[in-house]
């Protein structure tokens, strides 16, 4: 017998149990960035390997160890994108949607990273994202924040996720923070781990926000890069505190929040949660004003956030938040008689052509008691009867499933008004 080929480790198939999860989840994204006059956006998944050498930043650990880069037919190195901001800054400076225009843009699609797979952390996994462009205040920094908020209101989160907050200031304020910054980290190398000497080196900020807690103790008295904004970074992050406190959006100013890619300035935020054990993060984002002008573009402010949505799915389950998650089945359909097995077909039809309702008709025979059996595994509400009597008096006999109601009959031209009803009244 064949060897069975299993998927790839850190790639998972969503199986048809967990799907309805999913589009419950896509459907309250996709209502809300509808609500604030956000237009869809896709890209290819695969990309040129330099898009993300130039903007993610090579001494990363995304560019150094996460991606899957290889060489295509021609001789090109190609990549499955990790994130989607920079495909999106590339797609924007491609088809002319950035310069000199304002866009508010979302995508949602499968990112790759090849990482040790665990809890929350997938090889493959989806990100759901919005970016600006053109809008350099903080009102546009603080939409981008109530979107997000408003997110975990409508999935009934909001008292488990926090709000940090910090500005990175401007390229020139941060590069002269980073002299400080390594002058710190050489006098107390000895009390460094190996990864954070690395990085002390490559890409010091990430320092601050080291997991070890001997380095946590050491940063809490390193310079704060606070005290070295620029005066415009300052008055722009002191701006948008301002605005979320007067939208009541409470927040953190956590000062060793930096983000791990190398394009963000001023702004920068995450959502967190403790319900997810060390996968804490569900949303991050902020300000990548130079990136545009990066990758080719004339320069443009931009401001956006991703969230792993495998994150976000594992959090509703595991809070016992799935009631919003809707049967995939509305109707069953059953044919008690083999001359009813038509007439079944022709009423779920029927039923198609005049109502919203999902229709399953059943197939393969069998008594009354196995297709009720059926009927009740799909999770539709509500039951069609027909067998012979029904045929001869075109009539359907409904029985509701959930409820204490018994049976009704109706005859087939009553039948999608009578349902209606029946599931408008729930």
């Known amino acids: 017998m064949a060897k069975t080929?299993?998927?790839?480790?850190?790639?998972?198939?969503?199986?048809?149990e967990q799907t309805g999860m999913w589009q419950y989840?896509?459907?309250?994204?996709r209502q809300t960035v509808a609500q604030y006059g956000y237009q869809e956006i896709r890209m290819p998944i695969v990309e040129s390997t330099d898009l993300f050498k130039r903007s993610i930043g090579e001494v990363t650990d995304i560019v150094e160890k996460e991606m899957y880069t290889f060489a295509d037919r021609n001789g090109d190195s190609l990549t499955l994108r990790p994130e989607?901001?920079?495909?999106a800054v590339r797609a924007g400076n491609q088809h002319g949607l950035i310069y000199n225009q304002q866009q508010r843009l979302w995508y949602m699609g499968p990112m790759f990273r090849h990482e040790r797979p665990q809890k929350g952390r997938y090889r493959q996994f989806h990100q759901f994202g919005v970016e600006t462009y053109g809008l350099a205040g903080p009102d546009i920094d603080a939409e981008v924040i109530a979107l997000s908020a408003r997110l975990w209101k409508a999935f009934g989160i909001s008292d488990v996720v926090r709000l940090e907050l910090n500005s990175l200031g401007s390229n020139e304020a941060r590069a002269a923070y980073k002299v400080k910054l390594v002058e710190f980290l050489t006098a107390h190398e000895d009390q460094l781990d190996e990864d954070s000497k690395r990085r002390m080196h490559t890409n010091p900020l990430r320092v601050l926000d080291s997991k070890d807690p001997s380095v946590q103790a050491l940063v809490a008295n390193a310079p704060k890069l606070a005290d070295h904004l620029d005066t415009a970074s300052a008055t722009h992050f002191a701006q948008l505190c301002e605005r979320l406190d007067q939208l009541g959006i409470s927040y953190v100013v956590n000062d060793k929040l930096v983000r791990g890619l190398d394009y963000y300035n001023a702004t920068v935020f995450e959502w967190v949660t403790d319900t997810l054990?060390?996968?804490?993060t569900i949303c991050a984002g902020g300000r990548y004003d130079g990136l545009v002008e990066q990758l080719g573009g004339k320069a443009s402010p931009a401001v956006g956030f991703a969230m792993?949505?495998?994150?976000?799915?594992?959090?509703l389950k595991e809070l016992g938040l799935t009631e919003q998650v809707a049967a995939p089945v509305d109707v069953y359909i059953t044919a008690l008689s083999e001359d009813a097995v038509v007439y079944a077909h022709t009423t779920a039809e029927l039923l198609r052509d005049t109502t919203a309702l999902r229709v399953q008709m059943h197939c393969g025979g069998g008594n009354m008691k196995k297709q009720i059996k059926r009927c009740d595994n799909s999770g539709a509400q509500v039951a069609l009867l027909i067998g012979a009597d029904e045929v001869a008096s075109q009539h359907v006999t409904i029985k509701n499933m959930r409820g204490t109601d018994g049976l009704s009959t109706v005859s087939l031209s009553e039948l999608p008004g009578a349902l209606n009803a029946l599931f408008n009244d729930e």
Not at 84 to 87: D, F, H, L, M
């Open 5 to 16: 080929i299993q998927a790839i480790r850190g790639m998972n198939d969503c199986l048809p």
């Open 84 to 87: 989607g901001t920079a495909s």
């Open 25 to 29: 989840v896509e459907g309250v994204i």
């Open 277 to 280: 054990g060390a996968q804490g």
């Open 308 to 315: 792993g949505l495998e994150r976000l799915v594992l959090m």
